[in-house]
């Protein structure tokens, strides 16, 4: 099982790597992949008081796999973002791998995401506000993008106080 100790931080170069598209014939790892993704981020949220999704590049599974946990666990494998509207919203961004650091970034208001779910079936979801800035953020770290790439200009940083 792996830890908060095995969570990639800001530097690591995995965290700037494009990820793999996950085979069918590797639905069977899976399950161990969204467990670690699970109790690393329960270790998050128990140590900084955040943490709502969680990509597996994070975790240095380099596949295209987001996890997500607000109201019940929702599994996005081979995810793509759609539909993005053309209004933003601006908003100080966190992020598990740095995470006494704030970024200001610019995200679509609303999008569409296709995946397919743990069982292999293809889904869509219309997401906008929160749902749709936390996505933007967690597929980001599929194409090896984190949101210090993204900050609006030199001044868009600041410390969690």
């Not at 069977?28 to 900084?48: G, I, S, T, Y």
């Not at 609303?110 to 397919?116: M, N, R």
């Amino acid at each position: 099982m792996k830890t908060l100790k095995d969570l990639l931080l800001l530097g690591d170069p995995r965290l700037y790597e494009i990820c793999e598209p996950i085979q069918q014939s590797e639905l069977p790892l899976v399950k161990q992949w969204v467990a670690d993704l699970d109790n690393v981020m329960q270790e998050v949220r128990a140590k900084h008081n955040f943490g709502r999704a969680i990509a597996a590049p994070q975790l240095g599974i380099m596949k295209r796999l987001i996890y997500m946990h607000i109201d019940k666990p929702v599994v996005f494998i081979n995810p793509e973002l759609t539909n993005l509207s053309p209004e933003l919203f601006e908003l100080w961004d966190d992020c598990m791998s740095f995470p006494n650091l704030l970024v200001k970034v610019k995200r679509h208001q609303s999008l569409t995401i296709k995946y397919l779910n743990e069982n292999w079936e293809p889904q869509q979801w219309q997401m906008e506000n929160d749902l749709s800035e936390l996505l933007q953020h967690e597929f980001d770290h599929l194409d090896g993008i984190l949101c210090t790439m993204r900050a609006v200009d030199g001044q868009s940083f600041k410390w969690r106080s």
